[in-house]
């Protein structure tokens, strides 16, 4: 089993940057891939990115490619997403997840969420 602690949100103007991270608690960590959604008020739970257990594989949501970047360090046990040119419309709670069944939707463990605000 692991515990999942999402931070780094924040107000941030449009065109910024935020790095979010995930700690995660676990010997199992390294083992896991991960992924990254988002859900904004009123809207259902997207999906934003993907990482495989030892980061050679990462996929990512249309709406987010070129902008956003997920890495992991296995050894600090977390996991990170770099959001570059923010917008507007990437307001929304960050989530991460652990460990898929399915990588763009199930998966068995979450974090609580930390809250973006982008600023127009």
């Known amino acids: 089993q692991v515990q999942l602690v999402e931070s780094g949100g924040g107000l941030v103007q449009a065109g910024g940057s935020l790095r979010l991270s995930c700690a995660a608690s676990g010997r199992t960590f390294s083992s896991y891939a991960m992924g990254w959604f988002r859900q904004a008020p009123g809207k259902e739970r997207e999906f934003v990115g993907y990482?495989?257990?030892?980061?050679?594989?990462?996929s990512y949501a249309d709406s987010v490619k070129g902008r956003f970047t997920i890495s992991r360090d296995n050894a600090k046990t977390t996991l990170y997403l770099q959001m570059n040119s923010l917008k507007p419309e990437d307001t929304a709670v960050y989530y991460c997840a652990a460990d898929p069944r399915f990588p763009t939707s199930v998966y068995n463990y979450w974090g609580q969420g930390t809250q973006v605000t982008v600023s127009s």
């Open positions: 990482i495989s257990w030892n980061g050679g594989r990462t």
